[in-house]
């Protein structure tokens, strides 16, 4: 029986509470379980599955950790939705910790032929009101790891009816126009900064004023100090 059949014969066997074990986060039982039935890669993919698609902990983290130094693939090949794409959703206080582990561990950002991504199910859980900061910070990590925007993204954007508008849904939603525009996430930075550029010379030539310290101290500093301090300039992308 080939390596694959032999785990997945085994896993259903025992699979109903150990699959319970990882969706509570249990890593020294699931673990135990692992090495106690000498299950390796097909069992830690589907373990992984169950500790990222529900309401992530910290401690579903930790046993994804595990899993994932024990040879889970974190793409888990030939399936519709990965672990990223749930961890993607934003539900749970380790939800970023969670999709940070998976972009580490080299979970795909692209678009799958059926049209879902890790950043089409962090868009569609803004519809889950708790979590707007988690989804916001879960988009910038997607972006930065270079997620593909495209026009059937942005019109998924469009359809979102978050449960409230927020200030996290409001500022992703100009984000992801922004970065959509620029058409990419190194072009939107670059335009950024051109726009600090272009409003620190009209400042210097009395044209306009700056509205804040930071603008103010720009203007002020020599060019050198005011170049050095723009290759560090943050934007939303980078919050």
């Known amino acids: 029986m080939a390596t694959v059949d032999r785990d997945n014969y085994k896993l259903d066997s025992w699979c109903f509470h150990v699959k319970d074990a990882a969706r509570d986060g249990r890593t020294q039982y699931v673990l135990e379980q692992l090495e106690r039935h000498g299950l390796r890669d097909t069992a830690c993919n589907i373990l ?45 206080t380790g939800s970023v910790d969670m999709v940070a582990l998976l972009l580490d561990a080299g979970g795909r950002v692209a678009t799958n032929s059926s049209g879902t991504s890790p950043l089409v199910s962090a868009i569609r859980g803004f519809e889950a009101s708790e979590c707007h900061l988690n989804c916001r910070r879960i988009v910038q990590m997607l972006l930065r790891a270079g997620a593909p925007l495209s026009g059937l993204i942005v019109d998924q954007l469009e359809r979102v009816r978050p449960g409230e508008i927020c200030e996290h849904f409001l500022a992703t939603r100009q984000l ?64």
């Open 48 to 92: 992984l599955t169950c500790c990222a698609a529900g309401s992530i902990r910290s401690d579903h983290v930790d046993l994804a950790r595990a899993l994932l130094d024990r040879g889970a693939d974190p793409n888990l090949r030939g399936r519709a939705l990965t672990p990223l794409n749930y961890a993607a959703r934003g539900l749970g």
């Open 176 to 239: 992801i126009l922004d970065v959509h525009v620029a058409g990419s996430p190194r072009a939107y930075r670059m335009l950024r900064r051109k726009q600090v550029l272009l409003l620190r010379s009209l400042a210097l030539k009395g044209r306009a004023e700056p509205r804040d310290a930071r603008m103010t101290f720009l203007v002020e500093s020599p060019n050198e100090i005011a170049w050095k301090v723009l290759e560090y300039w943050r934007t939303e992308l980078d919050c």
